[in-house]
């Protein structure tokens, strides 16, 4: 009995050495993958797997298309990184910022969407990698990265012969007064840049510019590209129509988000909008320029921003009135405060001048009204300049709902609104009233089959009629025009309740995968100004251009811009700088210096581009919930003097003559 009992106990004692020996080695194990996977780098480690393995077999996926990386938001970290003492967490940060201060790299490259991913890969090898030469960067890395976004395009031009494509070029000028033109091609996967000419020798001449946009076109395959989307100038719009002529299958377009900007800046011109906009600078001016009252407001619930910075500053001046409005309550809380009552500020002439602006109720009625106003066209820019969703078949509709918003604003009275919408309409028919622009609403599904909305205008069925008419886009004519009428009256398959209900998401057919506008070409320049030097030789200027080719695809590709929300600050020095200069330093100036190079706090919040929310939506949304605070009387007195028979003579005047911008 005793020897059983000791033979049972010898193997109790064997079974838990195994089972801590088996747990000992599991850890090593363990630990061992995980520095094995930071301390090799993708390639070698699976390399090293395989060699080892099944050296006949074919290699599998990365393991990185099946699991985020640990860096990535809402991922487990390693153990490795968690183990990492704070020390040396700071000291990794400050070698990166040591290499920054040092190489002058500007501190917004910290956002890139490309800085992480490196980080994580030289992690991944461990110490001892050595970072490439400058020789390897320069050529064989570049090289590298151009092969890469050649694919990438590879991959587009499959989608372009099926849903056809969008040539747009941007012209531009840089400091030495040359013409610049960039080519990139738009399609609903993706755009991609083709290269940039230097044109400053045949931007006048319109039959040389039409022969470079062949020289493109056919490069692309002239049956891929539905449309040229330019600027608005008289000699591009002349090329566009001789490449019509030789290419009866591409049509040529304005830049929509051009011609909105300017409708934006002659509604902005008029006398009581530039009296309003001046007002309300005096206003943001005074709190962005003294530190305690920007601190005060910075308390309240719910505060965000006054300066909004938009694409344009025309866009920036109506969405920082809506801005303004939203801030009546914590502005007027402010100066009927004892804070503001006790300072010394509040006894100067700015101060009773900002203070009666605020307490002034007409002000923020006008303010109100103003973003109403252009509530329709914000929106709109917002649609024609965004990748989301192609516009093309969304431009005629959003126009026409701007002109009977603003109508219904000012309660259907043609003396209040017939100013603006003259301008819109002027610039509509000069600019966006195009036969493909009416074609492509006509067949949008989103309208066609909501009879409570759809225009049914002439013009929208001429446009069609146009399109088909036309050989090169409807060989068989006849039967396009039976399609048509089996769309319009939702018969046949047409009629299927899985078509109706798909009719507001899905976008078929050529025209409706095409963008309206070519803002997507206006981006950083300064990289082409390089370029187009006349200081290189041949072989550094294919490097240029490798790597403008590089960059500009790279940011194509990432890119998640606001088109209402750019980081530019020149667009909104008129709301927080003081245009009088300082004679002299006394305290309240000193302050105003010390405060104004850190002073627009929204810049720091649109660089964190991943977490912000959308900025602007209210300017969106909000703007046609407010007619119940807004009586008759209200309405009657936005633009006082300008509204009356002689003022509304002059205001008809200047829209017909408002010059030549396109």
Same mark, same amino acid.
Request: with cysteine; glycine share 4%.
């Given at each position: ?22 747990t000992?080695?599991?850890v ?60 040396a967490?700071?000291?990794a940060? $400050? ?13 917004n ?13 030289i ?10 030469s400058y ?6 890395l570049?090289?590298d990265c151009?092969?890469?976004c ?51 020798d ?7 510019l ?38 009866g ?16 800046k ?11 906009a ?16 920007l ?35 914590d502005?007027?809380?402010?100066i ?16 009773k001048?900002?203070s ?106 001429q446009?069609l009629?146009e ?11 006849t ?6 009428r ?12 899985i ?11 050529k025209i ?24 290189r ?6 490097r $240029?251009?490798?790597l ?10 990432h ?36 405060y ?5 706090p ?8 991943s ?40 205001i ?11």
């Amino acid at each position: 009995m005793q020897e059983n009992l000791k033979e049972i106990g010898k193997k109790k004692q064997q079974a838990q050495e195994e089972l801590e020996h088996n747990t000992a080695v599991f850890v090593d194990e363990y630990m061992e993958e995980e520095r094995g996977s930071s301390s090799l780098p993708k390639s070698q480690s699976s390399d090293a797997h395989h060699e080892g393995t099944d050296k006949g077999k074919r290699k599998l996926d990365n393991i990185e298309t099946f699991f985020a990386p640990r860096t990535r938001a809402g991922s487990q970290p390693s153990l490795k990184s968690v183990m990492a003492s704070k020390e040396a967490i700071h000291r990794a940060d $400050l070698a990166v910022a040591r290499w920054f201060y040092d190489s002058c790299i500007p501190l917004n490259a910290i956002n890139s969407n490309f800085a992480q991913k490196a980080i994580d890969a030289i992690g991944a090898i461990g110490p001892g990698y050595k970072l490439p030469s400058y020789y390897k960067l320069r050529v064989n890395l570049l090289r590298d990265c151009k092969d890469e976004c050649k694919l990438l395009i590879d991959s587009y031009k499959r989608s372009w012969s099926e849903i056809g494509c969008t040539l747009m070029a941007d012209g531009w000028t840089d400091n030495r007064n040359r013409t610049l033109i960039n080519f990139l091609v738009y399609c609903p996967r993706g755009v991609a840049f083709l290269k940039s000419v230097d044109a400053s020798d045949i931007t006048k001449d319109a039959k040389t510019l039409c022969s470079l946009f062949c020289e493109v076109v056919e490069w692309i395959g002239p049956h891929n590209v539905v449309q040229l989307v330019t600027d608005n100038a008289a000699n591009y719009k002349k090329a566009g129509e001789l490449l019509h002529e030789r290419f009866g299958n591409i049509y040529w377009s304005p830049c929509s988000a051009h011609c909105l900007n300017l409708i934006l800046k002659d509604i902005g011109n008029m006398s009581h909008i530039q009296d309003l906009a001046q007002r309300a600078s005096k206003v943001t001016i005074f709190v962005y320029n003294h530190v305690f009252v920007l601190a005060w407001l910075r308390k309240r619930d719910g505060w965000k921003e006054i300066i909004r910075p938009g694409a344009t500053r025309f866009a920036t001046t109506f969405i920082t009135l809506k801005s303004m409005a939203d801030h009546k309550l914590d502005l007027q809380a402010f100066i009927t405060s004892k804070v503001f009552f006790d300072s010394k500020i509040s006894k100067t002439v700015k101060g009773k001048e900002v203070s009666a602006i605020i307490l002034d109720n007409k002000f923020w009625n006008d303010c109100l009204l103003a973003s109403k106003l252009s509530g329709p066209l914000i929106r709109l820019l917002r649609i024609v300049d965004s990748d989301e969703k192609p516009s093309l078949g969304f431009l005629y509709d959003g126009m026409y709902k701007a002109r009977k918003d603003i109508k219904l604003m000012f309660r259907n009275a043609k003396r209040m609104y017939k100013p603006y919408t003259s301008i819109i309409k002027r610039r509509c028919d000069r600019q966006l009233r195009q036969g493909i622009h009416c074609a492509a609403y006509f067949l949008n599904p989103h309208f066609q089959h909501d009879k409570e909305i759809f225009c049914q205008k002439a013009e929208v069925m001429q446009g069609l009629i146009e399109l088909i008419g036309n050989k090169d886009i409807c060989p068989k004519s006849t039967a396009t025009m039976n399609e048509v009428r089996l769309f319009c009256d939702s018969l046949e398959s047409f009629g299927k309740p899985i078509a109706l209900t798909m009719a507001k998401e899905m976008q078929p057919g050529k025209i409706l995968s095409q963008t309206s506008s070519s803002s997507g070409c206006e981006r950083n320049w300064s990289v082409f100004e390089q370029i187009h030097t006349k200081r290189r030789n041949h072989l550094e200027h294919q490097r $240029l251009n490798d790597l403008v080719f590089v960059r500009y695809n790279l940011n194509l590709r990432h890119r998640n811009y606001d088109p209402l929300d750019y980081t530019s600050i020149e667009m909104v020095d008129f709301w927080v700088l003081d245009e009088e200069p300082v004679s002299e330093l006394i305290l309240e100036n000193l302050e105003t210096e010390i405060y104004t190079e850190d002073v627009i706090p929204v810049a720091e919040e649109l660089n964190t581009s991943s977490t912000k929310e959308p900025l602007n939506e209210e300017v969106l949304d909000d703007v046609g919930n407010d007619n119940e605070i807004i009586g008759n009387e209200d309405i009657d007195a936005f633009g006082g003097e300008c509204f009356d028979e002689q003022g509304f003579r002059d205001i008809t005047f200047d829209a017909s003559n408002l010059g030549d911008d396109f």
